[in-house]
């Protein structure tokens, strides 16, 4: 009997761990009151410290296990990652700020004031220019996807980040009439892509040379994974801490946030994998290059909000409501692929 595949512990209860950490934020932003603002003056250029601390160790122990060696393989099956490339640089940015500026602009303007719905619109596009890097390894195997040609989707993903990211998140801010600060926008992504990206391939390639892939793979990548889960979590108590009056006085906000973000979800995915199966790929293919732009790189994306707008800001909520519906839409989506295999 075929063994079932199934979510890794923290991964299958990351929307529960969230809603924990809105909880314990609220609280520790209610008992330390104006004395938690200490945290979010600890600046440099305009980058958060305590956060730039945590977002690096959420995304270093990512980097760490992509092999970009993998890249100079992406010309045998072409199709698959230009679907993937096309997807999630020529289409999903574009198709997220839409529905952020129809559903913050328009639909709900009897409840959010313009200024708010600017910020909403940010943390949309910063989740919309920020493609998977990690979960979607996790998507790919419960989906039965090829585990090496996920592999290139993903690092060339990572690549493409380093220089479209910026342009990207500028143009569509600037569109949106988002002043856009582009020094701190640059020293973001040097923080929180270039530096870990770096230290991460000079990491794997010591490691495997000193230790071997297989020491590599089931002893170190295994040990560094709680760091990077307890990192994100502990950044959003923190971001809790600052915005949970705001939810209190508005619960209903959350909701609001969540549904242009999950209509995008699931449009970027079905659109995938219906040009994906009308180019005759492998379900093997289609289905990972669908699940990559359906999911984000969130950790990047908060990591950015918190350094362009603060904290406590709109744009940093919207993106931290990006991470709580992750797992069950990607996780209904994880069950079509399955049902509708190929």
């Excluded at 995304?59 to 393989?73: C, E």
């Excluded at 973000?261 to 995915?269: A, D, E, G």
Aim: glycine residues 6%; charged residues 10%; contains cysteine.
């Amino acid at each position: 009997m075929e063994n079932k595949k199934k979510i890794g512990f923290f991964e299958k209860y990351l929307t529960l761990w969230v809603l924990i950490c809105i909880v314990a934020g609220i609280v520790v932003g209610k008992i330390a009151g104006t004395s938690i603002h200490v945290l979010s003056d600890m600046n440099v250029f305009d980058v958060n410290i305590p956060v730039s601390i945590l977002v690096w160790l959420m995304i270093y122990p990512m980097m760490v296990q992509i092999d970009f060696t993998s890249v100079k393989k992406a010309g045998t099956k072409p199709k698959g990652l230009i679907l993937t490339v096309v997807m999630n640089w020529l289409v999903k940015p574009f198709t997220m700020a839409f529905f952020a500026w129809i559903f913050f602009d328009y639909l709900y303007a009897a409840f959010i004031n313009p200024e708010e719905a600017t910020e909403y619109i940010a943390g949309a596009i910063l989740l919309g220019a920020a493609p998977c890097t990690a979960m979607v390894f996790v998507w790919s195997y419960l989906t039965d996807g090829d585990p090496a040609y996920t592999l290139i989707q993903v690092s060339v993903n990572d690549l493409i980040i380093l220089v479209a990211f910026i342009p990207i998140v500028g143009l569509l801010l600037g569109v949106s009439n988002v002043e856009v600060p582009y020094d701190t926008l640059f020293a973001s992504i040097i923080t929180f892509v270039v530096i870990p990206l770096v230290a991460g391939i000079i990491t794997r390639l010591w490691l495997i040379k000193l230790k071997g892939e297989e020491w590599f793979a089931t002893v170190f990548l295994k040990n560094l994974k709680p760091v990077s889960i307890l990192a994100l979590l502990t950044t959003l108590v923190l971001l809790f801490a600052f915005k949970g009056q705001s939810i209190i006085d508005n619960p209903i906000l959350v909701l609001l946030i969540a549904i242009p973000l999950i209509i995008q979800t699931y449009f970027i995915f079905f659109v995938t994998w219906g040009i994906g199966k009308w180019i005759k790929l492998p379900h093997t293919t289609c289905s990972p290059a669908a699940m990559i732009g359906a999911s984000n790189f969130f950790e990047l994306a908060v990591a950015v909000a918190i350094a362009l707008f603060g904290i406590d800001s709109g744009a940093a909520l919207v993106t931290v409501v990006g991470v709580l519906i992750e797992v069950p839409v990607m996780l209904s989506l994880v069950k079509f692929s399955n049902r509708y295999k190929y």
